[in-house]
């Protein structure tokens, strides 16, 4: 009996251990699509706070996981009549870090997630997501929807590592004299954009999920 209730300890343990992503509404992927061209009707130009501005991700793995912060380069976005038409931000993969280790894991997990295993910092020192479509309101069809106070759906091309993909997103978007800010939380596939290091679960402990949760906080101002 007492090897019994060992056994399922161990079992209750290791479930436990075992990471999913957080919980967040899975973005839809697809092949790149075009930028529509500018519009020059509209001129209400908004450049995105750097400071304010952030980019976060959580990666996992079976016996835990990793959160970090990417941190914006440069970044505008476009409002005609309360619309957002356009926008792209630039993140700066130089100042990737994660926080959630002692200095010395942080920042050897940094300098793993810099090199060609994952972002290629050296090649590829930025990533950017360029919009390609806002519209108001969520996709209805689906179904248990995580982010409940999401306003918008926007669309745009998130380009890592080389590869360009349409992703699409529902997302907090508020305005304001002179700002216009827009919040969001979305899990991807890291493997649609070539980043595939650890991605085979026969690795077991040191398999590394493919589903990465994102959240983005932009803040633009005139």
């Given at each position: 009996?007492?090897?019994t209730?060992?056994?399922?300890?161990?079992a209750?343990?290791?479930?436990?251990?075992?990471?999913?992503?957080?919980?967040?509404?899975?973005?839809?992927?697809?092949e790149?699509?075009?930028?529509?061209?500018?519009d020059?009707?509209?001129n209400?130009?908004y450049?995105v706070?750097?400071?304010?501005?952030?980019?976060?991700?959580?990666?996992t793995?079976?016996?835990?996981?990793?959160?970090?912060i990417?941190?914006?380069?440069?970044g505008?976005?476009?409002?005609?009549?309360?619309?957002?038409?356009?926008?792209?931000?630039?993140?700066?993969?130089?100042?990737?870090?994660?926080?959630?280790?002692?200095s010395?894991?942080?920042a050897?997990?940094?300098?793993h997630?810099?090199?060609?295993?994952?972002?290629?910092?050296a090649?590829y020192?930025?990533?950017?997501?360029?919009?390609?479509?806002v519209?108001a309101?969520?996709?209805?069809?689906v179904?248990?929807?995580v982010m409940?106070?999401?306003?918008?759906?926007?669309?745009?091309?998130?380009?890592?590592?080389?590869?360009?993909?349409?992703?699409?997103?529902?997302?907090?978007?508020?305005?304001?004299?002179?700002?216009?800010?827009?919040?969001?939380?979305?899990?991807?596939?890291?493997?649609?954009?070539g980043?595939?290091y650890?991605?085979?679960?026969?690795?077991?402990d040191?398999?590394?999920?493919?589903?990465?949760?994102i959240?983005?906080?932009v803040?633009?101002?005139?």
């Open positions: 009996m007492k090897k209730l060992l056994t399922f300890a161990a209750g343990m290791l479930l436990a251990s075992c990471q999913d992503a957080p919980k967040a509404d899975n973005a839809a992927t697809g790149a699509q075009a930028v529509p061209m500018a020059s009707n509209v209400a130009a450049m706070d750097l400071g304010e501005s952030r980019v976060e991700f959580v990666g793995k079976p016996v835990g996981k990793h959160h970090g990417i941190g914006v380069k440069e505008s976005v476009s409002v005609d009549a309360d619309m957002i038409k356009s926008g792209k931000i630039v993140m700066d993969l130089n100042t990737l870090r994660t926080d959630d280790q002692d010395t894991g942080n050897k997990l940094t300098g997630l810099m090199s060609p295993d994952f972002f290629d910092v090649k020192p930025t990533a950017d997501f360029e919009i390609t479509s519209t309101g969520v996709d209805t069809s179904k248990d929807l409940k106070d999401a306003t918008h759906t926007i669309t745009g091309n998130l380009t890592m590592k080389g590869v360009s993909k349409s992703v699409s997103f529902p997302a907090k978007v508020m305005m304001s004299a002179g700002q216009v800010t827009a919040d969001a939380n979305f899990n991807i596939d890291r493997t649609q954009w980043l595939s650890g991605n085979d679960k026969s690795l077991k040191k398999f590394i999920s493919p589903t990465v949760n959240q983005m906080h803040v633009a101002k005139k």
